[in-house]
């Protein structure tokens, strides 16, 4: 079935530095989901992807579709603490119908102030 | 803005009992879903659920589990004797219609069974 690599597994930075974190899959994805969870809480929608090469931002993070539809990109810029948590890429299993998402491992995140 | 809402927080069993997670999706959604997240792991899907009816499972969902949609608002998981395995965050996540593929998902129900 479809798998989603996530890199780095995990990072740690400072305070105000920028990130960057990708998710790579084998076979194409036609949507790309970017999921934020914070301990002992359910995944949050962060970023939705639709289009080959969309570059969407939501405040501080934005997020590209790769033009081969095999990978995505996270960037936040200006990390603060309050980004700490792990975040997920996800993607459709399947082209159309009510198709459950796959998700990545995760890219732990720790923002050191 | 409209959310999806689990109860309770927090499940504590002893192994062979049933449980019932009960979800409250999106109010104007038509999906739903189960995932489960086992300690430090990744989101695995459970099952989906469309029309009243389930439209996918996967191996994990054993007849061991079944769902329901007892009325027009809440969503459930019955997990009917449970086993030590089962010990992880049960998600609810529920999507609007179909031209989309984004998921909402519940805060989740941790599940601990002794």
């Known amino acids: 079935g479809q798998q989603l690599n996530q890199s780095p597994q995990s990072m740690f930075i400072q305070e105000g530095e920028d990130v960057s974190m990708n998710c790579t899959s084998s076979s194409i994805f036609n949507t790309w989901l970017w999921y934020k969870q914070d301990p002992g809480e359910g995944p949050v929608l962060l970023i939705a992807l639709y289009k080959a090469g969309e570059l969407t931002s939501n405040g501080r993070l934005t997020a590209q579709f790769g033009i081969t539809r095999k990978d995505s990109f996270l960037n936040i810029s200006a990390s603060i603490p309050s980004d700490v948590g792990i975040y997920f890429c996800a993607g459709p299993l399947r082209d159309s119908g009510n198709t459950p998402l796959v998700f990545g491992k995760g890219t732990r995140l720790s923002v050191i102030a | 803005e409209p959310e999806v809402t689990q109860t309770p927080s927090h499940q504590v069993t002893q192994m062979g009992q049933e449980v019932i997670l009960r979800c409250v999706p999106i109010s104007n959604h038509l999906y739903f879903y189960w995932y489960r997240q086992i300690l430090g792991q990744k989101v695995e899907f459970l099952v989906s659920f469309y029309n009243n009816e389930i439209s996918e499972k996967s191996e994990i969902f054993d007849d061991q589990f079944s769902v329901e949609r007892p009325d027009g608002s809440n969503f459930t998981l019955k997990i009917r004797s449970t086993k030590l395995e089962d010990s992880a965050m049960y998600f609810c996540?529920?999507?609007?219609?179909?031209?989309?593929?984004?998921?909402?998902f519940g805060p989740g129900t941790r599940l601990t069974v002794l």
């Open positions: 996540a529920s999507r609007e219609g179909f031209s989309t593929d984004t998921q909402y």
